[in-house]
């Protein structure tokens, strides 16, 4: 099996899904930052099932039908041109290969105190919100999954499935490192001034809630996959459970073991 990691970033996800494709198997990385695959390159060593591509997920630099799984985490969100990607997939993936992906939603996050005050005070919250908003490519594209799929004239997708799990976050830190939320609450303050203060009020109010147990955090996730088929023929939806957990966990990573290893490193 031959996997393509769209956006992999520094690798963290290349080793075990080549543990799962097996030495017979390929897992290929493909990410438009050099330095970070020059780390993933670190981190990984030589293995013979691991290879690192630098490339635009717009342009990809391989032949058609190359890959029997494509997967993305989190990469649609920066991605400029979200058709055009989509296309790119469609083309690289062989006839009967899955696509999965896993994207958030920023207009569906929760996270409590969301202000120095707590409460239902959201003041800081929001503003610190509409500031990721506006650097992301797109903000909300976890809700646009299916629609971008279903709109999609160069590939017919078949057998779609979309799921929604919340992920509750009680660590701060395991939050903090996850969502960034310290460096976009100091790079909002740098832009705006006059929200310095609110943003480190807030902060001290975050620890101290985290100090006593407080802390909250919901993270959306919304999980894709669907098949490229050859024909224009609609299939029914599969409803094989174990089936549909294959394909996440062939294209997507456990996010409950990064949660594992970030609270393990707090102790």
């Known amino acids: 099996m031959h996997i393509l990691d769209v956006g992999c970033g520094i690798g963290a996800d290349l080793l075990p899904l080549a543990r799962r494709v097996g030495k017979h198997g390929l897992v290929t990385g493909l990410d438009t930052d050099a330095e970070r695959l020059r780390e993933a390159g670190k981190v990984l060593g ?16 391989f032949v058609g039908g190359s890959f029997d799984r494509v997967r993305a985490d989190r990469t649609f969100l920066h991605i400029p041109d979200l058709r055009k990607a989509l296309a790119e997939v469609g083309r690289v993936l062989r006839s009967g290969g899955i696509f999965a992906a896993v994207e958030p939603d ?11 005050s707590g409460g239902d005070d959201a003041h800081t919250w929001s503003l610190i919100v509409q500031a990721i908003q506006q650097q992301l490519a797109h903000p909300f594209i976890g809700r646009q999954l299916a629609s971008l799929l279903q709109s999609d004239e160069r590939t017919h997708w078949a057998e779609m499935q979309i799921e929604v799990r919340a992920y509750v976050l009680r660590s701060w830190q395991v939050a903090d490192a996850v969502l960034q939320i310290t460096q976009a609450a100091q790079a909002l303050a740098q832009e705006e001034p006059s929200f310095a203060q609110e943003a480190s009020a807030w902060l001290q109010t975050i620890d101290a809630s985290a100090e006593r147990g407080e802390f909250f955090a919901s ?10 088929e050859e024909s224009r023929v609609l299939s029914a939806p599969l409803d094989n459970q174990s089936n549909q957990q294959l394909r996440w966990q062939e294209g997507l990573p456990l996010l409950e073991e990064r949660k594992t290893k970030e609270a393990r490193k707090e102790k």
């Open 46 to 61: 030589r293995r013979s099932n691991i290879v690192l591509v630098e490339g635009n997920a717009e342009e990809m630099p």
């Open 106 to 116: 920023w207009g569906s996050l929760a996270l409590y105190p969301a202000s120095p």
């Open 219 to 228: 993270l959306p996730l919304f999980f894709m996959s669907a098949r490229k």
